[in-house]
């Protein structure tokens, strides 16, 4: 009877996998690089709260002579908030740019107002200026072709717009496609991390030779679990923190709808990153047994890497129907795919339940795969395992 | 007692291990010596389930050995291997608890392990830190930290230093007087002749000689003798029935039975001085020359 057989004790599996993560936790490496996930996720979501404000632009602008000074605190508070800065002259007034003093100057030439600034046009204070000057001199026609001042008033003011929603929403339209994309994206990278951490523990047991120990006190699929559970936990548990954060960041920022779409899609999306975790996470682990230095890892990872990377680059720019729900069905596309038609309200919730059925039956055969393969390749050191040897299980070097 | 019989293995076209047959019986220190290559390593991970021999049986207590019985099994193995990155405490006790030792028991034993071994102090160090014998160290308490019931080691002295070595000695001196039988692979014979009362001589995959230290000696078909004269030697290359091994001046080393001796003494009183006529036991060197020849 060889090392890999015996029966699996779930307390030997929950020694391997409590120290995978207690290895984990203890590398400021990874504790730096999930902080500083976390931190990037509630920054995407508190950074455009804060800066697609809808309050008036802020300028602080230098105003040549006092008729100027009156032109820019008429230019209307609802689009510009403008400090004013009275100058004597044009040179006083770029003095003041090129000391960061102002944003802008502000001066009537021969044919009306001349703004002057550094570098970049100063866009909603041009759009401001415009109206008024417009408004100005539409004002001043008129009174010159006789209209009373009643009727001048009325003609000028502006007229009232009532505006109609048929589906009333403080979501922004845009949040919907966006959360898809974020959902692929932390799916992506998460797997993407912790299946490159899988096959690097894997070979360097292999390479330090502690997998010799290893395997003469416990069967080979007790590493294989330990390793696989002890990494998804920490995935999983990322993920959800990730999911939190978001909401976090939705209820902060008063987004109560994005709030209330991401409680109704977060369980779909733990959900669909386990199943498609468990379907990818023991091909990984075989991937790093069948090199023998982490220098093979390149090599053995590569099919791994192409079975995430393709799968996220469709679910990314395959938007179009059916194509797109062929995906949601899909092994490796659907765990992308069916949050997202999920959260767009696209798909029905049987139709969740049986993509999600068709991921797990998927990694139940996966697992199977990656068990073999792990376990033919495992104790080999000589070399890299091509994966026909690996799958057949012929006997490799070593002596 | 571990019992291997018949036990084979082959590297496509290469017979590694060629019908070895031995026993390791309780109590016992059993030196595993053979050239590089001999099929020492090889045979250990057999008895580990490392590497499937391809005929052959594996027993301990009577039974073929199985999960259970590795998972009670210490073993060091040649190339050596622990975790670079975990801490030396922490890492036995994780293998202690891999091997079915509770939390508590595991966390005693590997601190004890550690003081003996003089590495208390570097208890909290990453193995990859510590200088070389002092990894040395750690593996030797990694095999160990379980309370095994059967240890098998592979070069578990080299590169210790003379200090290390004589701990090494008196820790396997005292686990083999508990009952445990002790396997261990080494180059350095002075040292397995000092520490063994059994050896198993491997040659090219094969078993040349196994048995007490004592035994082999005694199985030598003639024993050998030491002569020292008063005058030059040379003469004994024609005495009747002996065989010379040297001569060297006044002295020769000689192999014969006892009455062959009894005639080349009386010889040697007629002709001159005799200064010494005493048996020669071989070292285990010597043996293990003789039995590879």
């Not at chain 1, 959800?240 to 978001?246: E, F, N, P, R, S």
């Amino acid at each position: 009877m060889s090392a890999g057989d015996g029966e699996v004790r779930w307390d030997d599996v929950r020694l391997v996998a409590a120290r995978e993560v207690g290895e984990k936790l203890r590398s400021r490496a990874f504790l730096l690089s999930t902080l500083l996930f976390l931190a990037l996720v509630a920054a995407s979501i508190a950074l455009p709260a804060l800066l697609y404000d809808d309050g008036p632009t802020e300028y602080d602008v230098a105003a040549v002579g006092p008729a100027v000074v009156a032109l820019a605190h008429a230019l209307p508070p609802d689009l510009v908030d403008v400090t004013v800065t009275e100058v004597p002259d044009r040179a006083a007034a770029e003095r003041l740019l090129r000391d960061d003093e102002v944003e802008a100057a502000l001066e009537l030439g021969a044919d009306g107002p001349v703004v002057t600034a550094l570098q970049e046009a100063p866009g909603t204070l041009l759009e401001a200026l415009g109206a008024t000057v417009q408004a100005g001199s539409l004002l001043a026609a008129l009174e010159g072709a006789g209209l009373p001042a009643a009727e001048r008033e009325q003609l000028l003011a502006p007229p009232d717009v009532q505006t109609r929603l048929l589906e009333a929403s403080d979501l922004d339209p845009a949040a919907v496609p966006l959360l898809s994309v974020a959902f692929v994206l932390l799916f992506f990278f998460v797997v993407f991390q912790f299946g490159q951490s899988i096959a690097q523990g894997v070979v360097q047991e292999k390479e330090s030779r502690i997998v010799e120990l290893l395997v003469s006190a416990v069967p080979v699929r007790t590493l294989l679990y330990g390793k696989v559970l002890g990494n998804g936990g920490l995935a999983l548990t990322q993920i959800v923190l990730l999911v939190l954060v978001g909401m976090a960041g939705a209820l902060a920022t008063g987004e109560r709808e994005l709030l209330s779409l991401l409680l109704r899609n977060a369980g779909w999306f733990v959900l669909f990153f386990a199943l498609g975790f468990a379907l990818l996470s023991c091909l990984w682990a075989a991937a790093g047994a069948m090199a023998s230095r982490s220098d093979d890892l390149q090599a053995t990872t590569a099919p791994l890497q192409v079975l995430l990377i393709a799968p996220f680059f469709a679910a990314v720019y395959v938007t179009s129907d059916p194509a797109r729900v062929v995906m949601s069905y899909v092994p490796l596309t659907a765990p992308l795919v069916m949050p997202a038609r999920l959260l767009e309200d696209d798909a029905a919730l049987w139709e969740g339940a049986l993509s999600a059925l068709v991921v797990l039956a998927t990694a139940v055969v996966a697992v199977r795969v990656g068990e073999r393969l792990y376990r033919a390749s495992l104790l080999r050191t000589r070399g890299r395992t091509s994966l026909a040897d690996a799958w057949s299980g012929r006997a490799g070097g070593g002596s | 007692m571990l019992e291997l019989t018949g036990v084979t293995k082959s590297y496509g076209e290469r017979r590694v291990v060629d019908d070895v047959s031995f026993v390791v019986p309780a109590g016992s220190l059993t030196g595993f010596v053979g050239a590089n290559g001999a099929g020492k390593t090889t045979t250990m991970r057999v008895v580990l389930g490392i590497v499937e021999a391809d005929a052959g049986t594996v027993t301990w207590q009577g039974s073929p050995v199985d999960a259970a019985v590795r998972r009670r099994t210490g073993y060091m193995p040649e190339e050596r291997g622990l975790y670079p990155r975990m801490q030396v405490r922490r890492q036995l006790v994780h293998l202690a608890r891999l091997h079915g030792i509770d939390a508590g028991v595991a966390r005693r034993r590997a601190d004890e392990l550690l003081e003996r071994l003089d590495l208390g102090e570097r208890a909290d160090d990453q193995v990859d830190a510590l200088s070389l014998g002092n990894q040395q160290r750690a593996q030797i308490a990694a095999a160990l930290v379980h309370d095994p019931d059967l240890l098998l080691l592979d070069e578990p002295f080299s590169g210790l230093d003379p200090v290390a070595v004589d701990r090494l000695t008196e820790l396997l001196r005292e686990i083999a007087a508990g009952g445990v039988p002790v396997l261990f692979s080494s180059h350095q014979l002075e040292l397995v002749e000092r520490l063994c009362d059994r050896v198993v001589v491997l040659a090219a995959g094969r078993v040349v000689a196994a048995g007490e230290v004592d035994a082999l000696r005694r199985a030598r078909t003639r024993p050998r003798h030491r002569l020292v004269l008063g005058g030059d030697a040379g003469w004994v290359r024609g005495a009747p029935r002996v065989s010379v091994v040297e001569v060297v001046g006044n002295r020769a080393l000689v192999e014969a039975d006892d009455a062959a001796l009894q005639a080349l003494l009386a010889q040697a009183v007629r002709r001159g001085a005799v200064h010494e006529l005493s048996p020669v036991t071989p070292t285990l060197s010597e043996l293990y020359r003789e039995v590879l020849a």
